[in-house]
């Protein structure tokens, strides 16, 4: 079952400005050594960068989360495998504790990059727990949101002149 799943683009270039700004303490803080070795063989570093990270913050929406407490940055690592389409996600720390908790028994993830834009998509499955999800609470509405819905907008046809 899908216990969550979240998105994240992220704009390339505001990775290069952070990163000219903050300088390479900000690659070290936010990737491990395989990470930074993938995004250093690609043909634009920052592209990689801009990929990961957005992998990394649509994790944190899947868990719903976000984030918090004693989630690091590290607890959360990507590789890809040799000949792979897609990559691979691993969790450690804080952040498996979290997923651990809600039941998680995999995290899949997609990426994909322009040359403005990079994005991820993440999904995390496994049997759940009774506390994960709306599944587990059938009187509970699927919809939690307490922002109100906007009317839709329907023409009106009836004004027209046949």
Same mark, same amino acid.
């Given at each position: ?52 990270? !957005? &992998?990394?913050? $649509?994790?944190?929406? =899947?868990? *719903?989360?976000?984030?918090v407490?004693?989630? +690091? ?22 952040? !498996? &504790?979290?997923? $651990?908790a809600?039941? =998680?028994? *995999? ?6 990059? +322009? ?6 998509w ?41």
């Amino acid at each position: 079952m899908i216990l969550g799943c979240g998105i994240d683009l992220m704009e390339i270039a505001r990775f290069e400005r952070e990163l000219a700004r903050r300088g390479g303490g900000l690659v070290e803080e936010l990737f491990g050594p395989p990470e930074l070795a993938w995004c250093r063989r690609r043909r634009r570093a920052c592209e990689g960068y801009a990929m990961a990270f !957005a &992998a990394k913050e $649509a994790l944190f929406k =899947a868990l *719903g989360t976000g984030m918090v407490g004693r989630m +690091t940055w590290g607890d959360v690592a990507i590789a890809w495998p040799e000949g792979a389409a897609q990559p691979a996600m691993t969790l450690s720390g804080e952040t !498996a &504790a979290v997923a $651990a908790a809600m039941g =998680a028994g *995999g995290v899949h993830v997609a990426v994909a990059a +322009t040359r403005e834009h990079a994005v991820a998509w993440v999904v995390v499955s496994g049997l759940g727990t009774r506390d994960s999800g709306p599944a587990c609470h059938t009187n509970t509405p699927v919809c939690t949101s307490s922002a109100r819905q906007p009317e839709p907008r329907i023409p009106n046809h009836g004004s027209r002149q046949t």
